[in-house]
C-alpha cells in the first residue's frame, strides 16, 4: 500500500474520535548452542522513533536528549526517514506492527515531520491501518490544534507525560508545565483519541508524604482516561535533584514509604477498574500499549533516530541471529552517519542464545502473563520451563512461598511477586545461567550461589517517565517527557 494512501486510511480509520482500544557471543554451551531460533525472513517488528530535543532540562533527566537553540527540522526529518528505511529493509522487516514516537520531546516536532516518518515506513513495509501509533506529548505543546495535527498525521494514540497535579512538585522537577496546562492537555486528547490517551504518573519526590501521594492520585483518577503509567522517582547520578538531595538540600524518601505509595496507587487503580498487566503499567477496556507488550514478549523492534536501540536480525546484511543495536547518541553526528551510509547504527552485538533468554525471561517477567511456553519454546526449544525453574533450587522455593507460578501457562510473578520482581531476577538469572551450562539430563542440581534470600520489600525500581522500563526502544515507551 502506498504510503500516503496508509495515511489517508489511517485518519479515516481513527474517525472523528481517534479510533478504538488501544558483542558477541554469551557464556556457555547450553543446548541449542547454534544459531539462535527466530522468525524466517520477512519478518514483523515494532519500531520506535526517538526525537531527542527538549526545550529545558526536568531536574531528574539524565536521558538522551538535547536542549538547543533551534533544530534543523527539515533534516532531522529526512535523516529519521531514511533511516527507517534502511534498518526495515535491513531486517527484511514486511509489516510493521506498531510505532511509538519517543523522546525528549516528540510533541515539539511538527505533525509534517510525524507524517512523513510514517509514510517512509510505509514505503519500506506494510503498516496496517489499525496499528497503533504512539505520540509522547509535553502538556505545554499539546494544544487541541497541534493535537488534532498529530492525529491527521497518523497518531492514534497519546502518552501525556502529566508526572503531578501539583504546581509545587512540578517545579521541583523542572517541569515546563503546570498542573492547570496538565489537565486541560489531557482533556484536549481524551476528546480527540478517546480511550487511547495515557498518562505518566511519578511517586516518591523528595519530602512527598503519603498524604500528599494518595491526594495526586485521586486527582489523576478524576482525570485520566483508560491508561497510566506509574513510576518511582529515580535519583540518577548527574541530575539536579539527585545533587539536590545528595547535598542535603532535600531528603531521600525511605524504602518503606516508597513500597507504600506503590501499593496504594496499585490498589486504587485495580478498584477503578485497571487491570495491573505490568510492573508499572495499568489498563482498562483493554487499552494495553500494543507497542510496549512487543518489548516485554521480547519481539523483534527497530530502533530509529539518535540513541534509539533495536533488536532485530540484520537479514539483508547476511546476519541469522538477533542483534542488540544503539544508534550513535550525538544528534548532529548521528544525521552525519545517517546521510553517509543510510543509517547512524554505532554499537551491534549478536545476542547470543543464553542472552535471548535472560531478556525473554527479564521481560516477561514483568507481566501478569508473564512467560508463556510457546515464547520460551521458540527462543528455547531443547530447554524447558520446568527443566530450569521446576528443579530443586531458588525458584521453587519462591513458588513454595508464593513469589511465583509455575502452571501449563508458563512462568509468572504472582501479586505480591511482581512488586518484590527486582529481588526475584536475580537469582533467577543466576539458575538460568547454570542450568544452560550443565549437560542436558533430567534432574540437573540446582546453581550454587543463586539465593537471593527473601525478597525485600520494595517499590518497582523503575526509571521515570515511561510505559516500558528502559530508554530508546530498548525496553522503553514512553519518556521522561
Known sequence: MAARGWRRAAAAAAGPGGGGPGGGAGPGPGPAAGPAPGPAAPATAALYVHWPYCRKRCSYCNFNTYVVPAVDEAAVRACLAREARTLLRLGRVQSVTSVFFGGGTPSLASPGTVAAVLEAIAGAAHLPTDAE???????????????????????????????????????????????????AAVEAARGLFPGRTSIDLLFGLPGQSRGAWARRLEAALGLCDDHVSLYQLTLERGTALAAQVGGGALPAPPQDLLADMYQTARAALVAAGFRHYEVSNFARKGALSAHN???????????????????????????????????TLEPNAWMREVQRQGHGTRRRVVLSPLEQLEEVLALGLRTDEGVTRERWGRFSPDLSLEAVFGAPGEARALQQQGWLVLDGGGLRCTREGLAVLDSLLPSLLCQLQHRWALPARPGAGAAPGCSGGAPKRSPTGDRPGGEAAGRGGVVRGDSGE
Open 293 to 327: 507488550l512487543s518489548y516485554w514478549r521480547a519481539e523483534q523492534y527497530v530502533g530509529v533516530g539518535p540513541g534509539a536501540h533495536g533488536r532485530f536480525v540484520p537479514w539483508g546484511e547476511g546476519g541469522c541471529r538477533r542483534e542488540a543495536r544503539v544508534q
Open 133 to 183: 501509533v504512539t505520540l509522547e506529548a509535553n502538556p505545554s505543546s499539546a494544544g487541541t490544534p497541534r493535537l488534532a495535527g498529530f492525529r491527521a498525521a497518523g497518531v492514534n494514540r497519546l502518552s501525556i507525560g502529566v508526572q503531578s497535579l501539583d504546581d509545587a512538585e512540578l517545579r521541583l522537577l523542572g517541569r515546563e508545565h503546570t498542573a492547570a496546562e496538565a489537565r
